[in-house]
């Protein structure tokens, strides 16, 4: 095989791996932000909010810890848009690529039949 396509066949295993991590992050934070959103429901249903410092509950501000879980929710969505960003352009690079290398085995191919034609021609 060309060592042309074995580097594609390498580069496009390479952004598969990419592409796995970035959902596996992805994951985490989609995870994490449903947790948030549970966490604020409850916090609209209660009269006190808590929150665990170390190994205690210690009573706290409701619209100051609702504020904070808001925060943290736009920061882990703005991540989670990031991450789907870059898995697109990885996902477009990997279709790309493995179009090329397809259409260079093709080629490589149709090149052989033909040479093997062209000897049966030139042995009869």
Known sequence: ????????????????????????????????????ESALAEIDKTAQTYRIIGSIMVLTDKEQLKKELDEKKQMLTVRINSIEKQEAKIREKAESLQKDVLAELENKNTDNSNKEKKNKRQDN
């Open 1 to 36: 095989m060309d060592n042309i396509i074995q580097e594609k066949i390498n580069q496009i295993q390479l952004l598969q791996q990419n592409m796995q991590n970035f959902a596996m992050q992805r994951q985490q934070f989609q995870v994490q932000q449903t947790e948030l």
